[in-house]
């Protein structure tokens, strides 16, 4: 029972390249989720997806977009990166929203150099 | 603004006793309260969740304690074992229609 699987672990970007972050979830849940985790900032929302078909902006989209390729896969897409966008990014899924408990991906360490 | 506040970055515990997180909240509409716990290298995982409608939710070693007038909830791990050793994140709900909102995390150490 694989969960939420995020690809790739690691990636090293030079700034201006763009770049994909992958995640698929295999528990038929309807919401997907990218978060970012930066030292003393905690996790902050990017982009959400509550059902198949729709995304939403977070707290901090700028710089991200999105896609819900369907009900198991949910991508983050950097068009342009920049240092500021160094991170451990995290997908997670859920049945609902809110009230249900997520479900995180093991998480993609990114450095923008 | 900070809607979600985890004032204490860190927590040293000697194994054995009690370890107290604390989390403060701005928005009285929340109505959902969650903890998650955080292994280096890992993403977070569910701990412990409680429902405005009560004041206590226990399992376990883990207990969440919630005081609405407060705006303030607080985990309380007993005993403390060194393997609780991770960084503890609060997160709340509203009204199960919006995505969770997360404290900046506390990084509890438990020492043997």
């Known amino acids: 029972n694989a969960g939420v699987t995020q690809t790739p672990k690691f990636q090293v970007l030079k700034t201006g390249q763009s770049m994909t972050l992958q995640c698929a979830q295999d528990m038929n849940h309807n919401s997907m989720y990218w978060y970012r985790q930066d030292p003393g900032m905690g996790l902050r929302l990017i982009y959400y997806?509550?059902?198949?078909?729709?995304?939403d902006k977070g707290e901090v989209p700028n710089g991200y977009n999105v896609s819900r390729l369907n009900k198991r896969e949910f991508s983050l897409r950097l068009e342009s990166a920049a240092p500021s966008q160094t991170s451990v990014y995290f997908c997670a899924s859920s049945a609902g929203q809110g009230a249900n408990g997520y479900t995180f991906g093991s998480g993609t360490r990114l450095t923008v150099v | 603004d900070q809607q979600v506040k985890q004032n204490s970055p860190s927590l040293s515990v000697q194994e054995g006793r009690i370890s107290i997180l604390n989390c403060d909240y701005t928005n009285s509409m929340f109505d959902y309260f969650l903890w998650y716990k955080k292994y280096p290298a890992e993403g977070p995982t569910f701990l412990i969740s409680i429902s405005s409608i009560k004041d206590k939710n226990e399992d376990g070693r883990f207990t969440v304690f919630l005081n609405k007038s407060a705006k303030h909830l607080s985990l309380h791990i007993v005993p403390s074992q060194p393997g609780d050793s991770a960084v503890y994140f609060c997160a709340a709900s509203l009204s199960g229609n919006t995505p969770l909102v997360f404290g900046k995390g506390t990084r509890l150490s438990v020492i043997a």
């Open positions: 997806s509550a059902s198949e078909g729709t995304t």
